[in-house]
């Protein structure tokens, strides 16, 4: 038997399951991570006055200007994340909404993310050492290099270590700095073939870049599009797929050659 609703009531009636819906979508914690710019740190420099690259068995060269490593911050992988949070992020650009377990590796406690995080740090470490020796044509082991980041896990700052690594060895390679005296910031995986990867976050870490005084930022290449979304203003994008590919790229900054764009 079916009974006859008016029009106004029958849309009434439907709306309630979605309304219902709605009320225990706003109390109930969502897969999402909320994300912002982070901090940024010089590899170049020290951190906490350690510093960020030890050099041992062969002669290194002082350098100027700064190679910025950038972050994010994100919630927690277990903070409950609302869909007001969402909605007030969505429309905010120094803030992103992330899905959970593209920050954060799904199944593990809070300590376990953070082992795996320093893990990840550490061979990102080992590879960026490898990458640089190999492009400079040293045999990884002749030479000793240390390097320390305290709190920040990830592999993400692979490149910015590798060019580090490069520029307290050779600089330019004809006697000056690679960052020609610039703040140059930016991201991205290394393998120790010079392959560089993508990352994440990366609008965020432009936002980050900036507001440290960075007016380029290397990216890798497939993040291209991501960075352009919210680049900040004066700040200069430099597509990147290899180590090689960045040095040429900031060599070409101070003479002169061709330094490809986004």
């Not at 700052?157 to 580090?164: I, N, P, S, T, V």
Request: net charge negative.
């Amino acid at each position: 038997m079916f009974t006859r609703h008016s029009r106004p009531r029958t849309l009434a009636l439907c709306a309630l399951p979605v309304l219902a819906l709605f009320g225990v979508a706003a109390f109930a914690p969502l897969p999402f991570t909320l994300a912002q710019p982070g901090t940024t740190a010089n590899v170049l420099g020290d951190d906490h006055g350690t510093p960020v690259i030890s050099i041992k068995g062969t002669p290194t060269r002082p350098t100027e200007g700064q190679l910025r490593m950038t972050t994010i911050v994100a919630t927690g992988p277990t903070a409950d994340v609302g869909i007001g949070d969402v909605i007030d992020s969505w429309f905010r650009t120094d803030r992103a909404v992330m899905p959970r377990d593209s920050v954060y590796p799904s199944g593990g406690s809070e300590k376990e993310i953070e082992k795996h995080n320093l893990d990840d740090m550490a061979q990102s470490q080992d590879s960026a050492v490898d990458a640089a020796l190999t492009y400079l044509g040293k045999k990884p082991g002749s030479v000793d290099v240390t390097l320390h980041l305290a709190d920040v896990g990830g592999p993400s700052a692979g490149l910015f270590f590798a060019l580090g690594i490069v520029d307290k060895l050779d600089g330019d390679g004809s006697g000056g700095d690679l960052t020609g005296g610039r703040t140059i910031a930016g991201t991205g995986t290394i393998e120790a073939d010079g392959d560089v990867g993508a990352v994440g976050g990366v609008s965020l870490k432009t936002q980050a870049a900036r507001r440290d005084g960075a007016t380029v930022f290397l990216v890798p290449k497939a993040e291209c599009k991501e960075a352009k979304s919210e680049l900040p203003k004066g700040l200069r994008l430099i597509p990147v797929t290899t180590l090689k590919g960045a040095v040429d790229s900031l060599r070409a900054l101070d003479h002169g050659g061709k330094i490809p764009a986004c």
